[in-house]
């Protein structure tokens, strides 16, 4: 990286901007501590897609810089937007290619990647929003599903409108508050179990950290309100079923065709065993984020986990 000027991605229009510029302003703290010219870029909110983009192109093409270290999660950064606005630039960039990014952050596309992977997924089902009238039955999901269900939008980060139903009156709140974030929405057998993320850096599985909300689940307020959530690493899982993890989520990270680094939610039930949730292509990149917790486990800072993330932007 010695000569070349890196532009650290942040902001963007999405829910999750305010995670993404906290990430970002560590990953600048990071490459100054490694000596790396840098330059941060915070990209505003915007709510017309093509012109945000441009907005967004201008703005990189005015810091004249080498390459992107994209930090940008949720829509525009983590959805293969500002990847294939990049790649249009020829600068390279950080993480997954815009391809791969598509597909990993549609859920319904990615369980349909990992099933024909034969990587374990819950069972599902998907509803459109205009599908969803005051004469909808809603009961046929807990014939199908089970007595609890999970709702979530199909695209999206951070557990942001997700939810546990158990009920007619839970599912419909629910459903209705996850079409706020996305037209269509996944609704999705409930499992129980400990839950678990593998992290993935230059495609190495890093030791498994375990979960344990404070909350009913894991969602937004357990992931950012401090002292909600503990987190244990390496997990207290034996070495058999750790390693089984381990290999499921560098499967689901291949079968995605995700580039570089990731993380891989899991659900570990008792019966199913391993059951994957998810897989973030921009996961958080904060020093106590799960994936440099991960890291840092297996011996690798912070600093040295951006300045890899970084490097594997080159060719």
């Known amino acids: 990286m010695k000569n ?34 840098y330059i ?19 703005l990189i093409n005015r810091m004249k810089i080498d390459v992107a270290f994209v930090a940008l999660h949720g829509e525009f950064g983590e959805d293969g937007t500002v990847q294939a606005l990049l790649e249009k630039m020829n600068i390279p960039y950080t993480g997954s290619r815009s391809s791969a990014s598509r597909v990993a952050m549609n859920k319904i596309t990615a369980k349909e990647v990992f099933k024909s992977n034969g990587i374990p997924i819950a069972k599902h089902e998907v509803l459109d929003k205009d599908k969803f009238t005051k004469d909808f039955d809603i009961k046929k999901y807990f014939k199908d599903l089970g007595q609890s ?17 158990s009920n007619e009156a839970e599912l419909s709140a629910s459903i209705k508050d ?16 400990r839950e678990i993320t593998v ?9 498994i950290v375990e979960i344990v909300p404070k909350r009913r689940f894991f969602d937004f307020t357990a992931k950012y309100e401090k002292g909600l959530t503990e987190y244990i690493v ?12 381990q290999d499921i989520g560098l499967m689901a990270h291949k079968a995605l065709a995700a580039r570089s680094f990731s993380r891989v939610d899991i659900i570990l ?18 020093e106590t984020s799960l994936l440099p917790k991960a890291a840092r486990a297996a011996g690798i800072e912070f600093e040295d986990l951006c300045l890899k993330i970084l490097n594997s932007a080159l060719p």
């Open 234 to 245: 390496p997990a207290g899982i034996e070495k058999k079923l750790s390693l089984l993890c």
């Open 269 to 286: 039930h008792e019966v199913k065993g391993p059951v994957v949730l998810e897989l973030n292509t921009i996961p958080g990149l904060t």
């Open 40 to 58: 941060p870029i915070e990209l505003m909110p915007g709510s017309n897609t093509h012109s945000y983009e441009k907005l967004a192109s201008d």
């Open 149 to 165: 269900l999970v709702v979530k939008p199909s695209n999206g980060g951070s557990s942001i409108g997700l939810d546990i139903a």
């Open 4 to 37: 070349k000027r890196v532009g650290v991605l942040m902001g963007g229009p999405s829910s999750e901007r305010q995670i993404s510029i906290k990430s970002g302003k560590a990953v600048c703290q990071a490459l100054e501590a490694k000596k790396i010219e």
């Open 178 to 193: 996850a079409f706020k974030y996305d037209d269509k929405v996944i609704i999705e057998e409930y499992i129980a179990g």
């Open 199 to 207: 992290g993935i850096v230059e495609d190495r599985a890093m030791p």
